[in-house]
């Protein structure tokens, strides 16, 4: 299983939010660039980056730091915040990024999502971002009547190459993610599925690997690491474990 630690990037710095609340943020002294760093002295391979400020602009505002992690480390990255057009998508996928995840403006407009995924074959991951089974878009502050299960089902042929479920609820709590929930949709999924959201110890991603679930292919980890509550090494012996 994939062991993805997180960078969400805001204003240059490393932070990190508590149910996608702009106003309950942290920020944390290491810059996006050490942390990479770090990540890719512990021996992590994949790296999961949100740039919040093209989160809220819909534009590749930090594409310059993503290019300079890139180029300095050999790490699979997959990026999001704000990916609202091809030309975003291709601008990325230049900088050498594995997967670019869509999410609102995918979600708004299946055509795009559709378009991205022919043109940019195994490049398009999707971020489905649940509250109580219904998705939530625009930033988390928009919630759709939409139920996940009956969104996936209907874009499910399209060529997506990823999914990161993400249930709002523990994203950032940091009382473990809804694997119950992660579950269903991997069992639906045409593509392998990322958990996202409370990891909060080691037993987290150890319950992780215990699903046997051979369509999810890996778990995100942000703010335990952070805050400390999971240190670097402990993860990085899970990665091969």
């Known amino acids: 299983m994939k062991i993805l630690p997180a960078i969400d990037i805001k204003d240059k710095k490393c932070v990190r939010l508590i149910q996608g609340d702009f106003e309950n943020k942290t ?19 994949n790296i999961h980056i949100v740039d919040l400020d093209g989160a809220l602009t819909g534009q590749t505002v930090n594409l310059n730091i993503i290019q300079e992690i890139v180029g300095k480390y050999d790490l699979k990255i997959e990026v999001g915040g704000g990916v609202r057009t091809l030309d975003s998508i291709k601008r990325y996928v230049d900088a050498g ?102 990891v909060s110890s080691i037993k987290d991603i150890k319950k992780a690997k215990e699903l046997n679930n051979k369509n999810i292919e890996g778990i995100i980890v942000g703010k335990a690491i952070y805050d400390g509550d999971i240190r670097l090494d402990e993860l990085a012996k899970e990665i091969n474990a």
Not at 30 to 37: E, I, N, R, V
Not at 131 to 140: C, H, I, N
């Open 27 to 45: 920020e944390y002294e290491t810059s996006p660039l050490d942390q990479a760093g770090k990540y890719k002295e512990h021996g992590f391979k």
């Open 97 to 198: 990024v594995e997967k670019i995840i869509l999410g609102s403006a995918a979600i708004k407009n299946k055509e795009f999502l559709k378009e991205a995924c022919i043109k940019f074959k195994n490049k398009i991951a999707l971020g489905l971002d649940a509250k109580d089974g219904k998705l939530s878009v625009s930033g988390w502050k928009e919630n759709l009547n939409i139920k996940t299960l009956d969104f996936l089902k209907d874009v499910n042929y399209y060529g997506i190459s990823r999914l990161i479920y993400t249930d709002i609820n523990r994203d950032g709590t940091k009382e473990s993610p809804n694997f119950e929930d992660t579950i269903k949709i991997a069992d639906v999924s045409n593509c392998p599925v990322i958990i996202s959201g409370g």
